[in-house]
């Protein structure tokens, strides 16, 4: 007698793997499409899924203490910008975890201080420094224009206006010119030291190469950022208490898209 093709399997089978595989990882970083840029923050809203209030609420504490860093006098920025990639290691630490199939927990925040502290530190510090290198440029033009007006003693012209107006703009142009190169370096740098083991000099070239691999996609993500940032506005900002940790999170569901393949 054949067997009941209906009857229940003898064997126990295995429940499938929820979490999502390791894949291999690519150096300095793979092009993807144009696309991916509205998936990075689909993944990351994925990734949060049932954690969700978890996540909303490490972040919010992630942000508060930069919050609160801003209100201690002279120091208080120099403090926020040294350690903030140390929190976002965490935060990526605790992303990584939820990936494999774990909770995220308060903790997770603050596993950069255990682990690649000197390295995250020192993105720190270069971010620092390349904040520091934009102020200078930015007083140093904008200080020569309006000292050569103050110098010359007479009540500023409409062309002397119009020549102002000119100058904060070229300025402001400058400063663009460094920072987006700047950004580039470290907007992976975290990840890659506490995920990908990186040093810090090749971390910033990684990111970088990474980053310029995927001029589109971003320009995508920073499109919908705009879009999704001026909803989240509209409610009294209130939407941002969503919003600020799907985008932080997209950090790096960026960062597996383009530094892993399966």
């Known amino acids: 007698m054949s067997a009941d093709p209906y009857a229940p399997p003898r064997n126990r089978v295995a429940d499938p793997d929820a979490t999502l595989p390791d894949g291999a990882f690519v150096p300095g970083g793979r ?9 990075w923050i689909a993944d990351a809203w994925r990734l949060m899924g049932p954690q969700r209030w978890t ?3 490490v972040l919010v504490l992630y942000w508060l203490m930069f919050l609160a860093a801003s209100y201690v006098p002279v120091l208080g920025g120099f403090v926020a910008a040294l350690f903030a990639p140390v929190l976002l290691g965490g935060v990526m630490l605790g992303c990584d975890a939820v990936r494999r199939g774990e909770q995220l927990e308060v903790r997770h925040l603050f596993l950069g201080f255990q682990r690649h502290f000197g390295k995250l530190v020192g993105v720190g510090a270069i971010s ?17 224009s ?6 010359a003693g007479a009540e500023p012209s409409p062309e002397d206006i119009v020549g102002m107006g000119t100058t904060i703009l070229l300025a402001a142009l400058v400063a663009m010119a460094i920072s987006i190169p700047a950004y580039m370096f470290l907007w992976f740098a975290s ?33 919908i950022v705009l879009v999704l940032a001026i909803a989240a506005t509209i409610p009294l900002f209130l939407g941002w208490l969503l919003l600020a940790p799907v985008l932080t999170v997209s950090v790096y569901t960026a960062y597996r898209d383009i530094f892993y393949k399966a």
């Open 31 to 39: 092009g993807v499409s144009a696309g991916r840029g509205w998936d």
């Open 55 to 57: 996540f909303i609420g």
């Open 128 to 144: 620092l420094g390349l904040s520091i290198l934009v102020v200078i440029v930015m007083g140093a033009i904008i200080g020569a």
């Open 146 to 151: 309006f000292g050569t007006m103050m110098l």
């Open 191 to 223: 990840p890659l030291i506490v995920l990908g083991g990186l040093d810090v000099g090749a971390a910033l070239k990684a990111s970088f190469s990474g980053c310029l691999k995927n001029v589109l996609p971003y320009l995508v993500w920073g499109v």
